[in-house]
């Protein structure tokens, strides 16, 4: 079992970034990989960026490439997302999920175990 807890989000101009940050508990942190997803009201849950549990593998949503950077450190036991050149289309609450297997960088979130409650992205124009 393991709980995530996101922070980092807000508001933020156009061109502007954000680092987003996700705790988690438990012990076994350092065998799951991780990712970040994010959602609109009404809309199917993105990814966005995940990697793997030793950090050596990446990958990124296209339209974020070269702008985000996933990153974890596993003594901290938390995963980062840096964001940079917002824009607004990245508006969105944004989650981090770990997976069980710790080599995937899956994008579909349905082969993610456990989720963090969410923290609010808004760029403005």
């Known amino acids: 079992q393991v709980q995530l807890v996101e922070s980092g989000g807000g508001l933020v101009q156009a061109g502007g970034s954000l680092r987003l940050s996700c705790a988690a508990s438990?012990?076994?942190?350092?065998?799951?990989?991780m990712g970040w997803f994010r959602q609109a009201p009404g809309k199917v849950r993105e990814f966005v960026g995940g990697?793997?549990?030793?950090?050596?593998?990446?990958r990124y949503l296209e339209s974020v490439k070269g702008r985000f950077t996933i990153s974890r450190d596993n003594a901290k036991k938390t995963v980062y997302l840096q964001m940079n050149s917002l824009k607004p289309e990245d508006t969105d609450a944004y989650y981090c999920?770990?997976?069980?297997?710790?080599?995937?960088?899956?994008?579909?979130?349905?082969?993610?175990?456990?989720w963090g409650q969410g923290t609010q992205v808004t760029v403005s124009s």
């Open positions: 438990g012990q076994t942190f350092n065998k799951y990989s």
């Open positions: 999920a770990a997976n069980t297997d710790g080599y995937s960088t899956s994008m579909w979130f349905g082969d993610y175990d456990y």
């Open positions: 990697i793997t549990a030793s950090g050596s593998m990446v």
